[in-house]
């Protein structure tokens, strides 16, 4: 019996059965069919257990939503002692914690972002940029690159791959034009007309596995959207938040974006919210019309309670050098396994605890998954180039987990590297 | 990691202090594989940057505190930075070391993270000397201050930490608490990313570090008795006690407490010491300073650290300005006495005895009150009296024919000079000996077979350490931008060491001692 208190299930087959029944029948399948039998059960700092007990260090983090951890003392602490105060909060009204989280964020931003609009989530969220970008030059058409992905909602999904986009007829090519990443000569063909609103771009694209902008690439794209009268807005759902050694992903860069979207990890794992933070000239909506975005939920006071804890934490000073420790021992680790496997390991992409592992086999990283899984390690292959595993280490590691993820790892790409090659695939 | 109920009853600053200790076990793993040139370097960098700013510190400490006497905290801070660098520049605690013919090698293992405790009498020498001892065995430092000296002890301690990494080391190597109080501290102190605790100051924090369920070095309370038998050198005693008890206005818990002098010379000694700036206070006057010094039953402590002469002005009591030193005599050294226990500040109480054994019963009492394991001081050419005095009282070190409080810290003798005076199992501390760079380390010993067939092979020269190679940690450049924009390690080159205008270690004792001097004629003549 798996008693919760507000419900139970006999086992995890008659929980798995009802998952497919009133949830979700392909998604749910689709682990079982991977080798991911996981049910997510109990859940501290970078540790999951699955219903049956077992334990996984979590370097998924879901895309970085558990950048501090599973239910960080912390936040959770932040977040129990508000909701003796606080609730959702009403979006009519000038509020308390929005305005506090607005204060914060801006303080953490780059250069030039001077007024915060809230989401419930990052696909809103993004809706919210690209409204604002739309409505900011009186433009329609939005550039993104090729296997992007900036959420599902309305405009975002079609913003992204055409696997989501065409599935629910939402493609809107002519308004959503993709160029390839990287290409800086696509990108000017895209803007040269002068008609693109904006530009979006995730400052490492997670869902492709993180494939790294080539140095100067996103320096450029700004540059072209200044020359051509287009938004950069960063989507820094997956770099923000110190995953890069910085707060913001963008700054390392030298970009100051007109528009900067956060979500994910920003709520701390414990209340959904998400955020965009505007140019002063790209908050115009937020003078003419203020209610023209409206969102019950967006930016609820309990979520911003966990957001700015959530920025406190990983503004510290010791957690951004703990980040610089962290790549340090993960890159150093990695290479050292790589250096055994090098036909099979064939790269890491980094950026701080942003990582990529590239392998060598077009489904590789869906194999390495299945090991590290059963090695006790759960990270998750890239959605739209199965080769890469991302790898995405929390930034509050201490040594030892951090050392023990590298043991872990490398007995699970050494078991992939066998399995594939026993099948005899084409590993090279 | 504490659950999230336990944070809801943490003050604001504990989590911020727990993610220190995390930092710290990042900044100690790194930096227990640097080599020898490495530390050596850092720490001389450190050194050289704290002994700079010995005046400042002083300054500042006796502003904050309003504890001690500058000149005597520039002393001290000079001798707890370059000194300290000095003493144990050729001890080596970081390469391994061989004993072919035991067939042993021993790997030096760092503590790990070090959580100093560091108190309000001695603020800014003591974060320098436990910062020093942690550079020269390569561990990292969180300091917790208290809480009345944490602004000086803070800025030290972060002007060091930008020393060391400026110098090469690890970022986090040394840092501190800004806001100390006590759930912070015990927090700290339980926390099991900590590794040992070195624990200065009153019995609570130390008691509490030992229950802490960590490590812990702690030390129990000083009360000095100074024993002067008929044989010694009355002029040279009554200079050195004198000195010594107005050293820094006697907040040390070296500075003697209690003097026992031989009935057959008393009234010469007490003479001599009066010469030496002593005031020595009639019956009513000892009264009167007995009243206001513990008329609540307790020390008051308004009069630590204080000069005398605004303690004998608060009291009631006549005495010149240059007065440094307050004689209060009683007769029985029993616990109702007051003037028998600890008192902080240059009162020293005085008792006759008829004879040499009976001063060692004395000195017994006093120490029974508080201060077992501590120290003593005899003023003696006896040496079978020293050697009675020394098996008799249970303390761990006898300054002999020295003022006691650079005695027994080892700035004027050659016992290790420390901060932290080791007061052994009989004054319920795990460390005997002055605290020492060595303390922080175990050794992990490699151990071959007796057997005279198995051979050990040489391990000369095999040296499991290395420099750092640039910043540590390196900042986190995108991977395909390493060539492009990695910084050069430039801040790893080898520090042009100037030895010119510094110090060897007996040259600082005199540079101590002729300060001492020179403060106290300065107030004798005037």
Known sequence: MHDYGAFSYASKDEMIGKSKEFWNPDKTQFWQDSGVDLVIDRREGYYLWDMHGRRLIDVHLNGGTYNLGHRNPEVVAAVTAAMGHFDIGNHHFPSLARTALAEALIKSAPAGLTKVAYGSGGGEAIDIALKTARHTTQKRKIVSIVKAYHGHTGLAVGAGDQRFSELFLSDRPEEFPQVPFNDLDAMEQALRGRDVAAVIMETIPATYGFPLPEPGYLEAVKALCERYDALYIADEVQTGLMRTGEMWGITKHGISPDILVTGKGISGGIYPISAVLMSERAAGWLREDGFGHMSTFGGAELGCIAALKTLEICGRPEVRTMVHYISDLMQSGLADIQRDYPDWFTGVRANGVVMGLEFNHPQGAKYVMKHLYETGVWAIFSTLDPTVLQFKPGILLTPALAEEILDRTEVAIGKACAEVRGRGRRVR | ?526
């Open chain 2, 1 to 526: 990691m504490p659950q999230p109920l336990e944070y809801l009853a943490e003050p604001a600053g504990v989590p911020r202090a727990r993610q220190m200790l995390q930092q710290a076990q990042w900044a100690a793993r790194a930096f227990a594989g640097y080599d020898r040139a490495s530390v050596l370097r850092i720490a001389e960098a450190v050194a050289d940057a704290a002994a700079a700013k010995a005046r400042h510190y002083a300054e500042w400490a006796v502003r904050e505190t309003g504890f001690g006497v500058v000149e005597h905290k520039v002393v001290k801070n000079e001798a707890c930075s370059r000194g300290i660098f000095q003493t144990y520049r050729d001890t080596d605690l970081v390469t391994p070391r061989v004993d072919a013919s035991r067939k042993l090698v021993s790997v030096p293992r760092p503590a790990g993270v070090v959580l100093a405790l560091t108190p309000s009498t001695n603020p800014v020498a003591t974060v320098y000397f436990k910062t020093m001892l942690a550079l020269l065995t390569r561990n990292a430092v969180v300091i917790s201050p208290h809480p009345m000296a944490k602004e000086c002890c803070a800025d030290a301690a972060r002007m060091m930490a930008a020393a060391a990494v400026a110098a090469g080391a690890p970022e986090g190597v040394i840092q501190v608490v800004d806001e100390p109080s006590v759930p912070l501290i015990n927090a700290l102190m339980t926390d099991e990313r900590t590794s040992v605790i070195v624990a200065t100051g009153g019995t609570p924090v130390v008691r509490s570090a030992y229950s802490s369920g960590n490590p812990a070095i702690g030390v129990g309370p000083g009360n000095v008795p100074v024993l002067v038998d008929a044989s010694a050198d009355l002029a040279a005693a009554a200079k050195r006690i004198v000195a010594s008890k107005a050293f820094d206005n006697s907040v040390l818990c070296t500075n003697e407490s209690v003097l026992i002098v031989e009935e057959s010379v008393a009234d010469r000694l007490l003479a001599a010491m009066k010469r030496e700036g002593a005031l020595l206070l009639d019956s009513d006057g000892a009264r009167r300073l007995r009243e206001y010094m513990f008329g609540n039953g307790h020390l008051n402590t308004e009069v630590v650290g204080k000069p005398a002469a605004w303690i004998a002005d608060r009291a009631g009591v006549r005495a010149g300005a240059k007065t440094t030193v307050l004689l209060a005599p009683f007769d029985l050294v029993v616990p109702e006495e007051p003037l028998a226990h600890e008192k902080l500040s240059p009162v020293l109480g005085v008792v006759r005895v008829p004879s040499a054994a009976r001063g060692i019963d004395a000195a017994r009492a006093v120490v029974r009150i508080a201060g077992a394991g501590h120290s003593a001081a005899i003023h003696s050419s006896d040496p079978a009296t020293i050697m009675a005095y020394a098996a008799s009282v249970p303390v761990l070190r006898v300054s002999v024919n020295v003022g006691n409080s650079t005695g027994s810290s080892g700035l004027e003798t050659n016992l290790a000079p420390t901060m932290t005076v080791g007061t052994g199992f009989v004054g319920r501390s795990s460390l005997g000996a002055n605290l020492e760079p060595k303390n922080l380390v175990n050794w992990t010993q490699i151990a071959y077979n007796a057997d005279p067939r198995e051979v050990m092979p040489s391990f000369t020269g095999i040296v499991p350490w290395a420099a750092p190679r640039g910043p540590v940690p390196p900042y986190p450049v995108a991977s395909n931008a390493a060539g492009v924009l990695k910084a050069p390690p430039a801040t790893l080159q080898p520090a042009a060491s100037d030895l010119a205008g510094t110090a060897t270690a007996d040259e600082l004792r005199e540079h101590v001692r002729r300060l001492i001097v020179e403060e106290l004629s300065h107030f004798v003549k005037n």
